[in-house]
């Protein structure tokens, strides 16, 4: 058999896994899923050992799905999923469930901590806005409310990092995970002293920054058997999902155009030779998993969530009735009839950066139906990305058209929406799993199968292209104004709620 890489990519509701071939082939996939634990306050949280079995149970599935010899492994590399706290003890194990990244009870720390440093100076440190959805606050919420949790752990890490220990054990992050924690200094490439300081946390408690394209080491024995592989595979670090399914996608280097992420959390982005910095702070920089290089994004908390949800509200089959939703959808007026749905179920990160907002139907009228509530929450989701596009054309960036990753990419109707609402065609990528390619990539890079992340481009192909209706943009753009001006009317009482 040929040498294959295994790239996991542990998401919010799976461990997506897939073996890569050294011509950067996906030869086969298998997904492990595992629950979260969501609750009132904005609790949202995970057990990291149910991670770990869901990269056991899916490393086996997916090498008996291609017959692959766990010998022909040739290295193991990761995404997961950023922003969240997985607190460990001297011994490396979970003192609690891991506070993932749609946690937003840290609201009251994060408000403190603003006051002390200032939201503009953190912004300019760590190229992102101070906010309860990021790792730092989170950290301090378990400090004052889970004192003993806290006085056992030793180390707070991301995802991938817990997963890639209990693989090595070997305890590290990159730089791209290290980026989404609000802890991390972009123009010197290290944890930022000022804002550890400001917030009485010792550099100790946060883990070595290395390379993306590290290999931290090999797998052991115990781990071996719990995957189903063999001792000694070199094990790379990789990186945050949204930079690895940047690569996935081929955005790479600075005229690579932009992409956009329709998954549980949604995102538009591109790659840059430097952070991105919008003077109203609508959208954030991520490091690269590209040595170098910067990833400004605009992430909204709630996108596919949102469709996911409504299609769960309308059907107890969500899988039967996807299609027939959007279609019906795709033939129907929302706001071309007055009804608006603001997509933001679990707060919102950009542009309004709200822990408190909330989903909303305003102008539902008698003679609406599933079909306009549908389309109300496709059309939603677009024009609350549409803010990210806008911030990223104000601010100089320059790009014709988007490409479209993840699972509501395979909605036609979708990405027609989002053509006419942002005026830019749509493009569709044949990759679903874009953020274990990217992880394979990566992988790749670090143990020199591939010279270097010039080949993700041709990884992927263009599968469909879907142009904007001039119109329509124009109608859009009228209803995008009224789409905003539901959101700052509202917004007092989001925050008296």
């Known amino acids: 058999m040929e040498p294959v890489i295994l790239a996991h990519d ?39 050992e149910d991670w770990w079995d869901a990269v056991g149970r899916a490393s086996r599935e997916v090498l008996a799905r291609h017959s692959s010899r766990p010998k022909d492994v040739s290295c193991i590399s990761f995404s997961g999923q950023m922003m969240g706290v997985v607190a460990l003890d001297g011994a490396g194990e979970p003192v609690r469930p891991a506070i993932i990244w749609a946690d937003t009870r840290s609201q009251e720390q994060c408000d403190r901590l603003v006051d002390r ?46 997963i890639a220990y209990r693989l090595t054990g070997v305890l590290v992050t990159d730089p791209s995970d290290a980026s989404s924690t609000n802890a991390f200094d972009q123009q010197t490439g290290t944890w930022s002293d000022e804002i550890l300081e400001t917030a009485k946390l010792s550099r100790a408690v946060l883990p070595e920054i290395v390379p993306s394209t590290t290999v931290i080491g090999t797998v052991g024995r115990d781990a071996a058997r719990h ?32 992409y956009l992420y329709l998954g549980s959390s949604s995102w538009v982005s591109l790659a840059a030779e430097a952070p991105l910095h919008d003077p109203s702070m609508r959208t954030m920089t991520f490091n690269h998993v590209v040595p170098g290089r910067f990833v400004p994004t605009a992430t909204m908390q709630a996108g596919g969530a949102s469709v996911e949800w409504f299609a769960d509200v309308l059907s107890a089959d969500r899988a039967a009735d996807y299609g027939a939703l959007h279609a019906a959808a795709a033939r129907a007026q929302a706001a071309d009839d007055g009804l608006f749905f603001l997509p ?72 027609q929406i989002l053509a006419d609402v942002w005026g830019q065609p749509v493009r569709r990528r044949n990759v679903t799993d874009a ?21 993700a481009p041709a990884l992927s192909a263009i599968e469909t292209e879907i142009a904007p209706d001039p119109a329509a943009h124009t109608r859009y753009q009228r209803h995008y104004a009224r789409f905003l001006d539901a959101y700052e009317r509202l917004e007092p009482w989001f925050d008296g709620a």
């Open 10 to 48: 542990l998401g919010t509701t799976g461990d997506k896994v897939s073996l890569v071939s050294d011509q950067g082939e996906i030869v086969a996939a298998a997904t492990a899923p595992y629950g979260t634990d969501f609750g009132s306050g904005g609790r949202a949280e995970q057990s990291p």
């Open 117 to 162: 440093i200032g939201m503009s100076d953190a912004y300019r440190i760590c190229g992102h806005r101070l906010n309860p959805t990021y790792s730092l606050t989170k950290i301090l919420w378990l400090r004052e409310h889970e004192p003993a949790a806290f006085g056992r752990s030793r180390k707070f890490v991301q995802a991938k990092d817990f």
């Open 227 to 258: 995957c189903g592989l063999v001792e000694g595979i070199p094990v790379v670090i990789g990186g945050g999902d949204g930079p690895c399914a940047a690569v996935g996608a081929g955005i790479v280097a600075s005229d690579s155009g932009a």
């Open 344 to 415: 933001h179920l679990l707060g919102e990160r950009s542009p309004y950066w709200n822990p408190r907002a909330r989903g909303v139907f305003v102008g539902l009228a008698r003679h609406h139906g599933r079909a306009n509530m549908t389309r109300a929450v496709l059309e939603g989701v677009a024009m609350n990305l549409y803010t990210g596009v806008r911030a990223f054309t104000e601010n100089g960036a320059q790009f014709s058209g988007v490409d479209a990753i993840g699972g509501g990419a395979v909605s036609a109707p979708l990405l």
């Open 435 to 455: 953020g274990s390619l990217g992880a394979a990539v990566v992988g790749g890079v670090g143990v020199g199968i591939f010279d270097d992340f010039s080949v």
